[in-house]
């Protein structure tokens, strides 16, 4: 009787065992589309104009790094008129308003505006606040 007993339980423990694997690869699975992700791949890539308005040096280079790893073409990194804005700020440059919502969804932040601009190469200008931090800071 106690090999039979033996038996179950080796079955129960790789059965266990099987379980605990599948569960462990849909948890790692899940966790790495944890996060901003572009809302669908567009047409051709937004073109985004990268200016650093938050007063820290290096800033809108982290945060074109973080840009393109979401599979933005990020163009020009650049500083903006002035280094004291508070929030960072998404300028929709063409009349399409997609491309600058696509772009404020990634980036997870309500300030987009509308400003028609005819320059060809850029779709998007971004604005770089004081509250990039959050995306550039190491989690």
Known sequence: MAKKSSGRSRVLDITLAALFVLVAAMVVSAALRVGPQT???PKRPI????LNGSGRTGLAGELASY?????FDVLV???ADRSDYR?????????WTDQGTTVAD???TRHVI???RAQEMIDVTVIVGRDARRW???R
């Open 114 to 116: 509308q400003q028609i």
């Open 87 to 95: 929030n960072t700020i998404v300028v929709n440059r063409t009349e």
């Open 77 to 79: 990194v650049s500083n």
């Open 67 to 71: 840009l393109r790893d979401g599979g």
């Open 39 to 41: 809302a669908g791949r």
């Open 47 to 50: 073109r985004i104009e990268l």
């Open 136 to 138: 550039t800071q190491p």
């Open 106 to 108: 990634y980036l997870g």
